[in-house]
């Protein structure tokens, strides 16, 4: 049971990972905003949280300079977007290629080579009294404040998508922003707003990775994630709560295989390592049929 329960707290702990990084497509998404630069979000901000904090001595500005940096991206890809009509994807593939070379200059300019691997200030855990001694359930509440904060963020997003007049508009522009901007809607500040906030979540998964997975910056430390945060997205067709959901799943498929690595595999461990990358595809195919797309989703809008 107590193995069990280790296992289940790390799936927990890496669903927090896939859970921003999809929710911030997600948000962005509702507005007609493909983001699907994730992975290069998730690298420069995984290099320049674990700079902040690491030179700060403080997680919380880590988190703070990475949802910054994401939050940057994100306002690069929209800005050009808006005023230059280029494609969403076109961009994306770019700020991909721009945050992985991003992610190891900030290091090696600001940390350099060093003998040891330098670590980053430890981010707390919160434990709910009570709960934090039985099986199983302790792993849901023996957590890091970023995965409450997850909880909370799914939850939230959730609750402004389907139970508020704000949120009813977001999904309107996202199914037809011309109809949304004649009803008086502010559809370009609504889509500013939802893919900058989409790309500060990102920024958050990303430093996420070198502040509580690893303790520490290594080159390609998101590892495909997200991309695979991309399929999680269109998976959930768009549902912040189905995004948790997804996440989890992909989480458990990841830290599955990577206990079979260190174990007796009966598979060659290259196999276990494009298990994630395949269980995406898959489940892709297997739901395909039942996806649903915002109408407008990575179509540029022009009132002209």
Known sequence: MGQLTEMLTQIISYTSIYALASLGIVIGGRTGVFNISGEGIM??????????????GSWFMGFLVG????GLFALILIYIHEKLKISQFILGITLVILGTGLSDLLYKTAIGVQ???????????????????????SAIFNQDIIVY??????????????????GLETRAIGEDPKAADV????????????TIIGGMFMGLAGAYLPLVVTGTYTTNISNGRGFMAIGIAIFASWRPERALLGAFIFAAIEVIS??????????????LLMLPFISVLLIMWL???????PAALGKPYSRE
């Open 287 to 293: 739901f395909n049929k039942k996806v649903e797309f």
């Open 43 to 56: 690298l420069a901000s995984a290099s320049a949280g674990f700079i902040a904090a690491y030179q700060t």
């Open 149 to 166: 904060f997850t909880y909370i963020a799914v939850f939230v997003a959730f609750y402004i998508f389907y139970h508020t007049r704000i």
């Open 67 to 70: 949802a910054l940096m994401g």
């Open 258 to 271: 990577f206990q079979q690595q260190l174990g007796a595999a009966m598979f060659p461990y290259q196999f």
């Open 183 to 194: 009803v008086g809607i502010n559809v370009k500040l609504r889509r500013y707003v939802t």
């Open 115 to 137: 003998l040891f691997a330098p670590e980053a200030p430890r981010v707390p855990d919160i434990r709910i009294p009570g709960l934090t001694n039985i099986p199983i359930i």
